[in-house]
């Protein structure tokens, strides 16, 4: 019994709450901007299927009590009073329960909703006409041009009322929007009240139609910038300052056509500008996709290039862990050579040892610079350690700014991209490197130059394609430039300044150094 009493009660509440509101559309509202009938499309529209039975009968109620004082002044039939009221909400309903079975998801298909709401319009218009004739209600003597003036004014209040519930039932989608939505919409608010404001003084329909047809103009302006929710808003606001201020400047009702000219001008730029809209927002929404889908790509670059940097780091730490047992082992041959007193021989071994361990690191300084992350990129150049060119070809290094602040990662790659360079430039007898760091306010960047001197002609073999293969993916990664001029090659990579917008953490921190292949060792 509490379960029933209390069902019915929310019943009653949600029919009366529906009725309130739309006495205060009634209210709001004229003969060619009826607003009740946007309010009961909404509700039919995305209010669950189980409230529809409130919704008939706060409409059933509200239409009675507005209907029954003024019966008799409108010299309509008695039955129209009383039996309309049920029937006009039961038969508009089958327009939207038409558009919600056919698409289930008219929400997301903003594109082609004002059409449909246009021809629910229309089919209110239509139905309300039928009942009126059927029951002897009121009926103006033209009655085509009445029904036409009717279903604008009806679908200029549905969309009023529907398109911001749409808006709003849409707010949390992922759809990718243009920024400074908030903005433009209050300019073109300020700019439509500007226009308001002007209207009561001006002289002349030509004056008030321009006026009128300049309330368009924020709503193209707002559907090119902000898509299909700017037409939205542009257009809500067009329609409610044409809709509600107007009548109170004396231009109101169906006899005056300063107010249907331009009404009929918002429905048509109005529609025509939602189609637009939805179409800017989806090309807005594509390229936004692509340009993420770009910037994961170089992420997924950047991350596997890094990881490929971290198994040649782990096999050079393999090779030092093998070093080290092989120096003591050095050692311990060395000590018992000692021990016997054959100390030439021992120190044979000790030459060959320190021999080994030389080739050895140069070998894993090929591999992987592990110098780079305790010294910088700059004294690993000036040291002319760089195995892209041997035999000291790499004549002249001259290095300006400071790597302070910049990390291990774009100096790895700024290493990396020098190696390709000067394979890409095979043949010369010597180079020459010019390097520059320094920092922006959002960027740490790298410039490094490479000639190279008296090049020797050569063709293009298997190992400079992939020289340049590998130098172009790289410097796409990490966002660089490059410029060559026959036999020099510039290139720039940059960081955030922000070390958490990298999203780099592997390289941020220097490493430690391999102290077994880079100092000799005491007992050898």
Same mark, same amino acid.
């Not at 602040?405 to 790895?412: A, G, K, P």
């Given at each position: 019994?509490?379960g029933k009493?209390k ?5 009653l ?18 003969? &060619?901007?009826?607003? =009740?009938?946007? %309010? @009961?499309?909404?509700? #039919?529209?995305? *209010? ?5 039975? $409130? +919704?008939f009968?706060?409409d059933?109620?509200a ?10 002044e409108?010299?309509?039939g ?5 039996v309309?009221p ?7 309903s ?17 594109r082609?909703?004002p059409l ?32 036409y003036?009717f ?10 009322v ?10 949390r989608?992922? &759809?990718?929007?243009? =920024?400074?939505? %908030? @903005?433009?919409a209050? #300019?073109?608010? *300020? ?5 308001? $404001? +002007?209207?009561?003084g001006?002289q ?14 924020p709503?193209?302006?707002l ?15 067009a ?7 107007l009548?109170d ?16 001008t ?8 939602q ?12 390229a936004?996709?692509?340009d993420?889908?770009?910037r994961?790509?170089l992420?997924l ?24 047992q ?6 311990? *041959?060395?000590?018992?050579?000692k021990?016997?007193?054959q ?19 140069d070998h ?7 110098q780079?992350?305790?010294?910088g ?10 195995e ?6 790499l ?6 700014g ?11 790659v ?5 190696g390709?360079?000067i ?6 007898t ?32 298997s190992s400079?394609?992939?020289a340049?293969?590998?130098f172009?993916?790289?410097?796409r990664?990490?966002?660089?430039q ?8 510039s290139f720039?990579v940059a960081?955030?300044?922000?070390r ?7 390289h941020?921190?220097?490493?430690a ?12």
């Open positions: 019994m509490g009493l069902h019915t009660g929310i019943f509440l949600q029919s009366l709450s529906y009725a309130a509101a739309f006495f205060i559309a009634w209210r709001c509202s004229a003969d &060619q901007f009826y607003l =009740p009938a946007g %309010l @009961r499309i909404a509700a #039919l529209l995305f *209010a669950p299927y189980s409230r529809w039975p $409130a +919704i009968v706060g059933a109620a239409m009675l009590a507005l209907r029954i004082p003024i019966a008799q409108l010299n309509a008695p039955l129209w009073p009383y309309t049920f029937l006009l909400c039961a038969l508009v089958i327009g939207p329960l038409a558009l919600r079975k056919l698409k289930p998801d008219f929400q997301q298909h903003e082609w909703l449909a709401l246009l021809a629910i319009a229309v089919w209110g218009s239509t139905a309300s006409t039928i009942l009126n004739v059927v029951f002897d209600g009121p009926r103006p003597a033209d009655l085509v041009s009445y029904s003036r279903s604008v004014g009806q679908y200029l209040a549905i969309l009023a529907v398109l911001p519930v749409l808006l709003w039932h849409r707010r989608d992922r &759809q990718v929007t243009p =920024p400074n939505f %908030l @903005r433009d209050v #300019l073109s608010a *300020a700019t439509l009240a500007v226009m308001c $404001a +002007i209207f009561p001006a002349g329909n030509a004056l008030k139609l321009t006026l009128l047809g300049g309330m368009v103009v709503t193209v302006v559907a090119f910038l902000h898509g299909w929710r700017g037409a939205v808003v542009g257009f809500v606001t329609d409610v300052a044409i809709g509600f201020y009548p400047a004396k231009f109101m009702g169906d006899h005056n056509m300063v107010v249907f000219v331009a009404q009929q918002l429905a048509v730029v109005g529609t025509f500008l189609v637009v809209g939805s179409s800017v927002s989806s090309e807005f929404d594509k936004a996709r692509l993420l889908a770009e994961e790509s992420h670059a950047q991350s596997n290039h890094l990881t490929m940097e971290l198994a040649l780091r782990d096999r050079v730490e393999a090779m030092a862990r093998e070093q080290r092989i120096d003591r082992e050095f050692r311990d *041959a060395v000590q018992q050579l021990n016997k007193g100390y030439a021989l021992a120190m044979q071994i000790t030459r060959q040892a320190v021999l080994n361990t030389r080739m050895l690191y894993t300084s090929a591999i992987y610079p592990m780079i992350e305790h010294e990129l700059f004294r690993l150049l000036k040291r002319q350690q760089f892209k060119a041997p035999d000291d070809r004549s002249t290094v001259s290095a300006s400071s790597l302070d602040e910049h990390s291990t990662t774009l100096q790895l700024s290493y990396r991209l020098l390709h360079a394979e890409m430039l095979a043949g010369a010597r180079y020459s490197v010019r390097a520059r760091a320094w920092s922006t306010g959002t960027q740490r960047k790298i410039a490094i130059t490479v000639v190279a001197h008296r090049a020797c002609a050569t063709a293009a073999d400079v394609r992939l340049q293969t590998q172009a993916a790289k410097l990664a990490y966002g660089g490059f410029r060559r001029r026959e036999s020099r090659i720039v960081e955030a300044n922000q958490a917008a990298r999203g780099v953490t592997t941020d921190t220097p490493l150094p391999l102290i077994t292949l880079t100092s000799k060792s005491p007992e050898l």
